[in-house]
């Protein structure tokens, strides 16, 4: 069994990561780092707490560290473990510049371990849905794609990384993130993008608000968000020269995992009466319409991959390099809303170093 140590007992350390590490039986979730109260022995009485992120990657007992921390500690955090010898998993975004990711990478394979992002979302029912429709050619030649993430909240949290004007913050780092690997996964990279940006809340927030356009050779991919979005319709709209595929509901992982709803329970990520998905195709001269209930999730994946490739069992599914490419995307589309032009994607993400949002003006 390897031992797991957790950076951080927030939101994503108390939801996602320990639930599921705990549910993993490859997996013992070991150490908890918190700098105050010691609030995870209540959940978990049997881990240790480390007051130090130094004590964790010193403790030769620990074979994967979770850097689940605020964006900008992502990169020193996750090099300081793969020095230390650890396999490490990170949040997404990956990392802030592609500099980083790039130094990130090399690094894990001189130190042979595995390193990885926490790409949650391609485990959900709205990626695995789009994912099996599009395979199935139904729809034919895909034209058009358009992915949402709203919210209603109007609210400013206490998060500075996600509320403040400082790079990586807002929603088109940690919402976006999720639409761009799920597009890269459907349709691989796109050869530009054209976005708007900006904050609704206040003006002198992060981004909360997001219209970005991908550019394929016959295809547009429109990424959406919007924090002031009461009633949603489709989360997923598909459309093709044969059909239209729309995606509505959401995922109830989330929601259970919050509830102390863990894989392995009853009804796990058994999707709702709400989450469907209307199919709409033309073929022979002959209509369809149909309704069709939404995939199952299954995040328990993600870790048994992580606990399959540690151990030289299967291949690494979620690989750093798919996420740094998002990070490129991302850089391009705050680069093309700040200057209101289209930015051309080249195929050498190398050429792209530059796009280090701490440098630019």
Not at 187 to 197: L, R
Not at 299 to 312: F, T
Request: net charge negative; hydrophobic share 35%; aromatic share 8%.
């Amino acid at each position: 069994m390897l031992n797991v140590a957790l950076c951080s007992y927030g939101m994503s350390g108390k939801v996602f990561h320990a639930p599921l590490i705990a549910a993993e039986p490859g997996l013992n979730l070991h150490t908890i780092l918190q700098r105050s109260e010691p609030t995870a022995l209540a959940d978990y009485p049997q881990v240790n707490i480390a007051k130090t992120f130094e004590e964790i990657i010193a403790n030769p007992v620990i074979d994967l560290v979770v850097v689940n921390t605020p964006n900008e500690l992502h990169y020193p955090m996750t090099k300081a473990a793969l020095l230390a010898g650890k396999h490490v998993v990170v949040e997404k975004p990956f990392t802030l510049s592609l500099d980083e990711g790039n130094e990130l990478i090399a690094l894990a394979q001189q130190q042979q371990k595995i390193l990885s992002v926490f790409q949650n979302k391609r485990l959900e029912s709205d990626h695995l849905d789009a994912q099996k429709i599009i395979a199935s050619g139904a729809l034919g030649r895909i034209v058009e794609v358009e992915w949402h993430y709203d919210r209603y909240r109007t609210n400013i949290t206490h998060k500075k990384w996600k509320e403040d004007k400082l790079p990586g913050s807002g929603t088109w780092f940690d919402l976006g993130i999720h639409m761009v690997d799920s597009m890269l996964c459907l349709f691989g990279k796109p050869g530009a993008v054209y976005a708007d940006m900006r904050s609704l809340r206040r003006a002198e927030g992060s981004t909360d608000y997001f219209n970005v356009c991908f550019h394929y050779d016959d295809m547009r991919v429109l990424l959406r968000s919007n924090t002031f979005v009461s009633e949603k319709g489709a989360t997923v709209s598909i459309h093709g020269d044969k059909g239209s595929f729309l995606k509505f509901g959401q995922d109830v992982q989330e929601g259970q995992l919050m509830q102390g709803v863990i894989p392995g329970k009853s009804g796990w990520a058994q999707p709702g009466d709400d989450n469907y998905s209307v199919q709409h195709t033309h073929h022979h001269g002959e209509t369809k319409r149909q309704v069709v209930a939404g995939e199952r999730g299954c995040y328990e994946k993600y870790y048994r991959n992580i606990v399959e490739a540690i151990l030289d069992k299967a291949p690494l599914l979620f690989l750093p390099e798919q996420s740094l490419l998002g990070v490129e995307l991302l850089l391009a589309g705050e680069e093309s809303a700040r200057n209101g032009v289209l930015i051309y994607l080249t195929s050498d993400s190398q050429q792209r170093k530059s796009y280090d949002p701490r440098y630019l003006p």
